[in-house]
């Protein structure tokens, strides 16, 4: 009797997206390449997914670039997927970045460690005081559309709409916790501010990985790879940055052999799990 075929699956990555420090393509040819080991796996451009993926078990999204640059084509994805019951890692229920940041400031406003942020005028006193403000569209991406406002200049915010105003604070390094399903796998960070795509591994004490694992049970995905990307304050306290839920970039090109085989390994687990539920 024949070995059943494996599962087909369809890879979701825009190979030409050109990132400041970083060839989201490279890791896309590793990581793929590694999933044909256990599944059939065709590529596409993220513009091409909807109409493709009916003839696949699955779809993993990956470094697909920001859905602001082709939002319409998105929204006919997740429409078309959610429909039809198609397989999606990440599944869409996430309600992080996948969501927009509107969670920023739900999560602000519940207490929890994120930098402060608010998304109406007549909330900005509750912004601490500092020398600059970050107003940021909530459907941004790799710093798309962000721009500074200095103290005096806060005032005048008016009509957000889409955007959100934090303080900029002098961090004293970006770390980030990369999780498959509720697993913790590795932690990378940047220990020059100015330099912030140039990571090194991090050891991650206990303190460090509850305050990460309050963001990975706060979502409510129970399969898929996450990032929960956070600042060292001058206090020495973590803060939430972002929670990319959608097509978090892995930097697999800096981990070492070892961690880089288990973290693809528990992703093959995690993926068959969803494809078979």
Not at 84 to 96: A, F, I
Request: charged residues 30%.
């Amino acid at each position: 009797m024949s070995a059943a075929a494996p599962p087909r699956v369809l890879y979701v990555t825009d190979l030409a997206y050109e990132a400041k420090g970083r060839r989201y393509c490279d890791e896309d040819i590793l990581f793929s390449s590694r999933l044909r080991r256990d599944f059939t796996v065709a590529t596409c451009h993220p513009a091409d997914a909807a109409r493709l993926m009916g003839a696949f078990d699955g779809v993993v999204v990956r470094n697909s670039g920001p859905v602001i640059h082709y939002r319409e084509r998105y929204d006919a994805f997740r429409e078309r997927a959610l429909a039809d019951g198609v397989r999606v890692y990440n599944p869409l229920n996430g309600r992080g970045d996948m969501a927009g940041k509107q969670y920023l400031v739900e999560l602000s406003a519940a207490g929890l460690p994120v930098i402060p942020t608010v998304d109406r005028a007549e909330d900005l006193g509750r912004l601490p005081d500092a020398d600059e403000y970050v107003v940021k569209p909530k459907d941004g991406a790799d710093s798309i559309g962000m721009r500074f406002v200095p103290r005096e200049g806060l005032a005048g915010l008016t009509g957000l709409g889409d955007s959100l105003v934090q303080p900029r604070i002098p961090f004293l390094y970006e770390v980030s916790f990369y999780f498959v399903d509720h697993d913790f796998q590795y932690a990378l960070h940047a220990p020059d501010p100015e330099r912030r795509w140039e990571l090194v591994p991090y050891e991650a004490r206990a303190v460090d990985l509850d305050f990460a694992a309050k963001f990975i049970d706060w979502n409510t995905l129970d399969h898929g790879i996450q990032r929960v990307d956070a600042c060292r304050a001058p206090d020495g306290e973590l803060l939430l940055v972002e929670l990319e839920d959608l097509n978090p970039y892995l930097s697999l090109g800096l981990l070492d052999e070892t961690t880089r085989d288990a973290f693809i390994a528990r992703t093959v687990v995690s993926l068959r799990e969803l494809l078979s539920s």
